[in-house]
């Protein structure tokens, strides 16, 4: 198989706009093979997440099993791209795993995996990296004269009415962005390493197109034609630690950066919004309805006449921070404004 049997999707974690194009690329590739970022060891949980029990948000959840308190989680929620990656393998009878490194290595001690001098945290493995690659959406955000990445992939890929080509766009930026980069972390270039072995092999197994879905930032590297004994060097002596793996309920404000998870998004709920209202115009006005609908039932006056006000402050909002619509800050302002007296 050649290179171009194999598309690359980058997409942002928990990202209701990079789901909702990766279902179209998907329907349209039709590849035999889905490749997911994630615990490789957990690969067999996957098909799990189809079953009608699976009620997301859910987490895959990995402890040592010498230290059941040591915990890890991976969170999927209805809008995450990996959830709706998956629900289409095995609708599609494709093949879907996981290749990212397995949890037997990610809970082993960061001083084995890692081979750094930190304390052993993985806060302090990232502490190493720059800026541009700690973060690479915030950086690309301020060289496009926003704020912040949250408001910028909004515009840019989660609520632009004709994103276009978009995977191949955050490709380029992407690579662009790690171009004469510094040596990563060690941590994060054997993760890396591993997926692209873990590619390699999916293209000798299977005949026919094969997608792989990861973090934007991983696109370039994972592109990238190197040795395999390079990688296989890397992760060579790699700490391992026997490990539990299970699926476990998972909350919606747990999926927020608020609560300290990463990847998290900055609102949840606003998030799970825009995937159930995809393909409509008016979900702007759908979320301004549902605010009015809380408020009344807690007592609150709210008449129609401030929804509208509400509604058009939200677009007036828009226009002066020169977004393409209204996001999840124009119409939270709005909100406080109209409706909060």
């Known amino acids: 198989m050649g290179l171009s049997d194999v598309s690359y999707f980058g997409i942002r974690h928990h990202g ?5 194009s990766l279902v179209q690329a998907l329907q349209e590739l039709k590849p035999v093979a889905v490749l997911i970022e ?63 490194l397995p949890s037997s290595a990610r809970t082993a001690p960061i001083e084995a995996v890692g081979e750094t001098e930190s304390d052993g945290t993985e ?51 992407m690579t662009t962005l790690r171009d004469g980069e510094g040596p990563l972390a060690a941590f994060e270039a054997k993760r890396e390493a591993h997926m692209r072995l873990e590619i390699a092999a999916a293209r000798k197994e299977f005949d026919g197109p094969i997608a792989i879905v990861c973090g934007a930032f991983h696109v370039p590297a994972l592109q990238a034609t190197r040795p ?8 060579k002596g790699l700490a391992r630690r026997k490990s539990m793996m299970t699926w476990a309920p998972w909350t919606g404000p747990r999926l927020a950066l608020g609560f300290g998870y990463g990847a998290g998004v900055v609102a949840p709920g606003w998030c799970k919004h ?9 979900a702007s006005v759908l979320w301004l309805a549902k605010i009015a609908a809380v408020l009344r039932a807690k007592g609150h006056m709210v008449s129609t006449a401030s929804l509208i006000e ?11 921070r020169e977004r393409p619509k209204p996001g999840f800050e124009e119409l939270r302002d709005a909100a406080i404004a109209a409706l909060f007296n």
């Open 274 to 282: 825009l995937w159930q209202t995809r393909g409509q115009g008016d």
């Open 310 to 320: 509400a509604e058009r402050l939200a677009r007036t909002l828009a226009v002066i």
């Open 38 to 100: 994630g615990p490789a060891d957990a690969s067999p949980l996957l098909p799990l997440l189809a079953r009608p029990e699976m009620q997301p948000p859910v987490a895959l959840l990995c402890y040592p099993e010498d230290d059941p308190a040591s915990t890890s989680f991976w969170p999927f929620a209805e809008f995450s791209p990996e959830y709706q990656a998956t629900l289409w393998a095995v609708t599609n009878n494709a093949a879907v795993r996981f290749i990212d």
């Open 16 to 20: 209701p706009g990079s789901a909702d």
């Open 123 to 173: 806060a302090n493995v990232e502490a190493d990296l720059a800026p541009h690659l700690r973060d690479p959406i915030g950086t690309l955000a301020q060289a496009a004269g926003y704020e912040d990445g949250e408001s910028w992939w909004s515009d840019i890929i989660e609520q632009n009415p004709q994103p276009g080509p978009i995977f191949a766009a955050i490709a380029d930026a």
């Open 228 to 235: 395999l004994k390079e990688d296989q060097a890397l992760l």
